[in-house]
Every structure is written in C-alpha cells, then in structure tokens.
C-alpha cells in the first residue's frame, strides 16, 4: 500500500514539474530576473536556470517512489558509529 501511494506522489511531483516548466514564464515574472544567471550564462540565463532546476527536481521525483533517494543518500541520513 505503501508503495501505491509513493507511486501517485511521484505521478502528482511529475506532473507539478512538468506544469512549472510549461508555465516558466509565469514563475519568472514571480521571481524576477536572476542577474547572476543573466551575466554567466547570457540572455535567457533565469529560464536556463529555473529548467534545469526543475529537471533536477522531477529526476529526484523519479527516484522517490522506488526509494533510490534512501539508497542514495542512506550514509548520510544515518552515518555508521564509530567506537
């Protein structure tokens, strides 16, 4: 049952990605121009930056349902004790 559930959160995470990237305009006249990106990366830097990051994001909302992100990152959410 469990595993159901990551799955429709997964599904519902995709689907917000996918709608932020369609509507990035949208969240860019929210947020603003970024003028670190605008000078590193050159005009359209701010909608470069929000796609990649919404990318990375809907990588990491792949990952959730299968519980890869524990795998992942299990060393650092719980370290080995050392005597």
């Known amino acids: 049952m469990i595993f159901v ?3 429709i959160y997964g599904i519902l995470l995709i689907t917000w990605g ?3 990237i369609k509507y ?3 969240v860019k ?3 603003g121009n970024w003028y670190w990106a605008e000078k590193y990366i050159g005009n ?3 909608y470069f930056v929000l796609i990649l990051i919404w990318l990375g994001m809907m990588f990491f909302w792949v990952l959730y349902p ?3 992100l ?3 990152f299990w060393p650092w959410i ?3 004790s050392t005597p």
Do not use: A, D, K
Request: proline share 8%; hydrophobic share 40%; glycine share 4%.
């Open 66 to 68: 299968f519980w890869w």
């Open 78 to 80: 719980n370290p080995p």
């Open 70 to 72: 524990e795998i992942i």
């Open 24 to 26: 990035r305009r949208t």
């Open 5 to 7: 559930i990551q799955i």
């Open 29 to 31: 006249s929210w947020t």
């Open 18 to 20: 996918y709608y932020l």
């Open 44 to 46: 359209w830097g701010t």
